[in-house]
């Protein structure tokens, strides 16, 4: 049964500590991404990786890091620097299709800092 | 990429067929336009994508004139269970699969 998981679906974290969201996918898809989604709003991007051993910063990637050394994980480490971490965060993958490339989302991890 | 413009809010009743236009006047000859749907907690689920006239599958209609400055996707008898944020984009066919996310649409579907 192919999808995306992610892991864990809650998380709580005291500040001052770093955390690692794990992202693993078996579409076989080139491409993974990571959205943040706060109450309310759109999602936004954080870090995205078109093939394995390199990734590119999105639109907030400040306090956040990645890596993708296989082509099935993406983990998503949020680091003390971030100052605002408390949010909803979404790992998705992607196949290149005619007309673009359709994103699979994950089912999300909540993490709450205390 | 394009900047879509939908409303923030709608409400239907079951039964009903719901429209939802969105806008997006800088849309550029290779870009797609693409409908998701968000459950609460959920990660985003994509619905349709046309390029331009009517695009049809077992979910939903997407209508995109021959200008494309608009689209609307069509929910044929609509039920609880299509309570959601839908979400319009516009892509290229070609970039690197980057997309923005606007605050969505909330549909509410009431009894």
């Given at each position: 049964d192919g999808g995306i998981t992610q892991s864990p679906k809650y998380l709580f974290r005291k500040e001052g500590q770093n955390v690692t969201l794990s992202c693993e996918q078996n579409?076989?898809?080139?491409a993974m991404y990571w959205y943040r989604q706060d109450p309310g709003q759109g999602l936004r991007l954080i870090y995205y990786s078109q093939i394995v051993n390199d990734f590119q910063k999105g639109d907030i990637a400040e306090g956040y890091s990645v890596s993708r050394e296989k082509k099935e994980s993406f983990p998503l480490t949020v680091t003390?620097?971030?100052?605002?971490?408390?949010a909803f965060y979404l790992c998705a993958s992607s196949i290149r299709r005619a007309g673009g490339n359709e994103q699979f989302f994950g089912p999300g991890t909540r993490l709450t800092v205390l | 990429l394009a900047k879509t413009t939908q409303p923030i809010s709608m409400d239907s009743y079951e039964g009903q067929e719901v429209n939802i236009t969105c806008s997006?006047?800088?849309?550029?000859?290779n870009d797609y336009i693409t409908w998701y749907q968000q459950f609460p907690s959920q990660g985003p689920r994509f619905i349709i994508q046309g390029y331009k006239t009517k695009v049809t599958n077992e979910v939903a209609s997407l209508f995109i004139p021959a200008d494309r400055k608009s689209s609307t996707l069509s929910l044929p008898?609509?039920?609880?269970?299509?309570?959601a944020v839908y979400y319009c984009l516009v892509r290229g066919?070609?970039?690197?699969?980057k997309l923005i996310f606007g605050q969505g649409t909330t549909l509410q579907v009431k009894p």
């Open positions: 579409l076989n898809h080139d003390s620097a971030q100052k605002n971490p408390t | 997006h006047n800088n849309i550029a000859t008898r609509v039920s609880l269970s299509d309570t066919s070609s970039n690197t699969g």
